[in-house]
């Protein structure tokens, strides 16, 4: 029991130790991240998609480890944005570099990016062999996020944007 509190007792003092040796411009650099990541988020939420898409691109170069993270979400909020080729770009990116869960987060974006991306094409009348590899990519990125954690798709929406996926192929 004594050996216990004695070991914990020398990790709090190496914790306040560490933190007393930060510099008072690093602990407001973290203050200032949270903050920005917060104005981020919040204007991804509220749904000003551009606004989060502009703020996210500024963060991730001081991102440090949670670069992955915000990559992700700024793939997100450049999808909600309708930017859905730089989305799938910023997301299949990601993905090349994940592996298990963040990687089928990463292709759950790209491949609907993707998709989306080829909506647009067909629906401004755009065909052929570009509209068709970006739905064979987003079919093949949705397959794999469900092979790899099926759990982020509980309600089916990705197997059924693969099924209107399939459809397109077939009468493309």
């Not at 755009?126 to 990519?137: I, N, P, Q, Y």
Request: charged share 25%; net charge positive; hydrophobic share 50%.
């Amino acid at each position: 029991m004594k050996k216990q509190f004695a070991l914990k007792f020398v990790g709090l003092v190496a914790v306040v130790a560490v933190l007393a040796g930060c510099e008072a411009g690093a602990i407001g650099e973290g203050a200032e991240f949270q903050r920005k990541y917060a104005g981020a988020r919040k204007a991804l939420e509220e749904g000003n998609y551009d606004l989060a898409a502009r703020n996210y691109a500024a963060l991730i170069p001081s991102a440090g480890p949670l670069a992955p993270r915000l990559r992700l979400e700024y793939a997100h909020a450049l999808l909600r944005a309708g930017r859905n080729d730089e989305a799938a770009k910023v997301a299949g990116d990601l993905a090349a570099g994940q592996q298990g869960a963040n990687r089928a987060a990463a292709l759950a974006v790209a491949g609907t990016a993707l998709h989306e991306s080829a909506l647009a094409d067909m629906q401004a009348g755009r065909a052929g062999a570009e509209v068709t590899a970006k739905l064979r990519r987003a079919d093949a990125a949705l397959a794999e996020m469900l092979s790899l954690d099926a759990a982020l798709d509980p309600l089916g929406a990705m197997e059924s944007r693969r099924a209107e996926i399939a459809r397109s192929l077939r009468n493309g």
